[in-house]
């Protein structure tokens, strides 16, 4: 074995997003693309000489390939050790769960999340921190700029490593070890449960279907939801990982998980259903008849998180990306705790995690979390489901009625226009940012405008700022609009609006949401140019 230094030159458009870099797959496998963008981590973080690292990925398309590219030149660049889950696969959450148990230097994920895979289909690649968290901006930023000045990279001529066994073998002299992707995390889910209390609810008849989507967390369900707790064989369906996730779209959610939607509002639905997505990290929640959406997702866990053990004690505070929806603001008012608004991108809620501040997180685009790792959790969050379900014995139907009741319902939806020209977009942007100031007291539609503004974030923490996050629009009846620009997508430009209307008791609560929030699009729409700024007479996706 020998360390080959390969001459090389900056490949434009290696800026990491909000979850890493994420391209085509064929542009990953474009001569030099991976090893310059995996030696600018490794520059970016300040050298890996004498380190350890974790390093799995969602199993998708070139997933495997890319962990060996990873291993050889983590070798060349002198790092001591490398864990990797057996046959390159970890999970997310689990990746960032064996980053902090065994206090490594951080990681690398090989995964585009929610994005499609296959030979044509999308792949990604991001660093996460020592704390579990993904790479901070401050960090992504280094790695931008060394892709902009790269020379050379490093990597070991070495045949590949079997990854099929646990075990330890050696890569030069770095040791690289293969561990069961599943275990480790497993037990900390047990750690955080009541798995009597789950046990005796599938003991007494209740019923689930958890759909893996063709991707990473099928074995991690089978293992816990049928294994150890004892759901009857058959609850966790497409369980086994493709590199092309079936031939489907891994996004849990209403419209890429339509057949288990479809059995949920049908005669023979069970009890309970839920899905998750390529990479882990993001969930659905779905009762007989009855769809939670992410928002109210957040909301009832903060409402009831004292049911599981590990928050018994209660919760620190709760925090919420800005497009997420208000919900979990009126839970964190009732218990007298902090609720933080913060950008979009799980890596702003790390401070908070670790500064003690919050416990809960979650997302708009189904990603919910606590202070057990760093990232979005999806099989977590399903267990968090079915431990309050155990405990308060009723329907989801059911506690979602209570729910409402209490705190008023925020009716909620995104509507996605994926695709679009992104000079368009950016202009649509552009010249709503223009006309902020003007917007308060401008009547739109059926809407009077009350507020306008752009959100931007100081960091209660470290002080940074994060500014042009989202443009935000507030009605006088109470209405709310965001319209922001997606930075997961590798075509285009997405155009993301998001809606809300909060209705309290004794007000409709049981109304069809688009019905309830069409007058929300409708003024947004007049206000912003949105289908005649992208060509759209309606949006793409609607969530």
Known sequence: ????????????????????????????????????????????????????????????????????????MAAASGAARVIVGQDALLSTPAASNLIRKRGTDGGVILSASHNPGGPEEDFGVKFNMPNGGPAPEGVTNKIFEATQSITEYKILEAHDVDLSTPGETTLGDMVVEVVDPVTDY?????????????????????????????????PYAKAILEGTLGAPAGSVVNAKPSPDFGGGHPDPNPIWAKPLMDLMMGPDAPDFGAASDGDGDRNMIVGKGCYVTPSDSLAVLAANATLVPAYAGGLKGVARSMPTSEAVDRVAQSLGIDCFETPTGWKFFGNLLDDGRATLCGEESAGTGSDHVREKDGLWAVLFWLNVL????QPVAELMADHWKTYG???????????????????????????????????AGDLTVKAADEFAYDDPVDGSRAEQQGIRLYFEGGERAVLRLSGTGTVGATLRVYLENLVTAPGDLHEDPQKALAPVFAATDEIAGIKTRTGRDAPDVIT
């Open 1 to 72: 074995m020998q360390i080959e230094t390969i001459a090389t030159q900056p490949i434009e458009g290696q800026k990491p997003g909000t979850s890493g870099l994420r391209k085509k797959t064929p542009v990953f496998q474009q001569h030099h693309y991976l090893e310059n963008f995996i030696q600018s981590i490794w520059t970016g973080i300040g050298g890996i000489a004498g380190k350890t690292l974790v390093l799995g990925g969602d199993g998708r398309y070139f997933n495997e390939r890319a962990a060996q590219v990873v291993l050889r």
């Open 186 to 218: 497993a037990e900390l889910m047990e750690s955080i449960f009541d798995f009597d209390a789950i046990r005796a609810l599938f003991k007494g008849g209740f019923t689930i279907r958890f759909d893996a989507m063709h991707a990473v967390t099928g």
């Open 390 to 393: 155990a405990k308060r014995d």
């Open 409 to 443: 319902r925020n009716y909620y939806s995104r509507h996605d226009f994926e695709g679009v020209d992104a000079e368009a977009a950016n202009t649509l942007m552009d010249e709503l940012r223009g006309k902020l100031a003007d917007l308060p007291g401008t009547k």
